[in-house]
T-cell receptor
Framework: DSGVTQTPKHLITATGQRVTLRCSPR?????VYWYQQSLDQGLQFLIH???????AKGNILERFSAQQFPDLHSELNLSSLELGDSALYFC?????????????FGPGTRLLVL | DAKTTQPPSMDCAEGRAANLPCNHS???????VYWYRQIHSQGPQYIIH???NNETNEMASLIITEDRKSSTLILPHATLRDTAVYYC?????????????FGQGTRLTINP
C-alpha cells in the first residue's frame, strides 16, 4: 500500500458525459501527478500540481482539467467523454517536486466509456 | 520520449536472481536512473533509484556501470509475485523533473 488513495476504482459511463476522479496523496505530500494508461499509448503524464498550483502539463486534452484543493487532494475532471478516453488513470504523490523526489502511485481508476 | 532501452520480455526461475538490463547511453551527469514495476493493472510501484553509485534496498539492487550508460536491476531471489512489467526511467534534474516518462518496459515472468 503506497498511501495514495483513488476513488472510484471503476467507472462506467457513456460518450459525451463528464466524470470526476479523485486522488488523496500520502500524508504530508504536497505534489500530485496524474497519469493515463491506455492500451495503445502506455503510461503518459497528464498534469502536475504542487501545493495547489499547476506546475507542469503533459499531453492533457483540453476536455480534461484538474485541480488541487487546500487539503491537498486532487480531482481530475474529464468531460465530453469519447470512447478513446477509456483507460486507467493513476495519480501519484511526492513530498516536494524534483528529480530526487520519489513518486508513489495510487491503485488507479479504471474508466470505461461506452 | 523515453530515453531508455529494455528487452521486451524475460523469464526467470523462481528462487533465482533476476537481472534486468537497461540501456541509457545518452544519459547526462544530471540524470537519475529510476526503476518501477507494475503488476497486472495495479499502480506502478517504486523499486529503487540511483545516480552514480550502486544502490541496494529491501527489494532490489541497482548496478550502474562506471560510464553510466547502462544499469541492471537485480531481484536477488525472485518469487512468483515478482512477475510484472519493469520500467527503467531516467529523470533530468533540470528539465522535466516533474514527470516520469515510461517506456514499454520489460515483462518479467517468474516461472515455478
Amino acid at each position: 500500500d503506497s498511501g495514495v488513495t483513488q476513488t472510484p476504482k471503476h467507472l462506467i459511463t457513456a460518450t459525451g458525459q463528464r466524470v470526476t476522479l479523485r486522488c488523496s496523496p500520502r500524508s504530508g505530500d504536497l505534489s500530485v501527478y496524474w497519469y493515463q494508461q491506455s492500451l495503445d499509448q502506455g503510461l503518459q503524464f497528464l498534469i502536475h500540481y504542487y501545493n495547489g498550483e499547476e506546475r507542469a502539463k503533459g499531453n492533457i486534452l483540453e476536455r480534461f482539467s484538474a485541480q488541487q484543493f487546500p487539503d491537498l487532494h486532487s480531482e481530475l475532471n474529464l468531460s465530453s467523454l469519447e470512447l478513446g478516453d477509456s483507460a486507467l488513470y493513476f495519480c501519484a504523490s511526492s513530498y516536494r517536486t524534483g528529480v530526487a523526489e520519489t513518486q508513489y502511485f495510487g491503485p488507479g481508476t479504471r474508466l470505461l466509456v461506452l | 520520449d523515453a530515453k531508455t532501452t529494455q528487452p521486451p520480455s524475460m523469464d526467470c526461475a523462481e528462487g533465482r536472481a533476476a537481472n534486468l538490463p537497461c540501456n541509457h547511453s545518452t544519459i547526462s551527469g544530471n540524470e537519475y536512473v529510476y526503476w518501477y514495476r507494475q503488476i497486472h493493472s495495479q499502480g506502478p510501484q517504486y523499486i529503487i533509484h540511483g545516480l552514480k553509485n550502486n544502490e541496494t534496498n529491501e527489494m532490489a539492487s541497482l548496478i550502474i556501470t562506471e560510464d553510466r550508460k547502462s544499469s541492471t536491476l537485480i531481484l536477488p531471489h525472485a518469487t512468483l509475485r515478482d512477475t510484472a512489467v519493469y520500467y527503467c526511467i531516467v529523470r533530468d534534474i533540470i528539465q522535466g523533473a516533474q514527470k516520469l516518462v515510461f517506456g514499454q518496459g520489460t515483462r518479467l515472468t517468474i516461472n515455478p
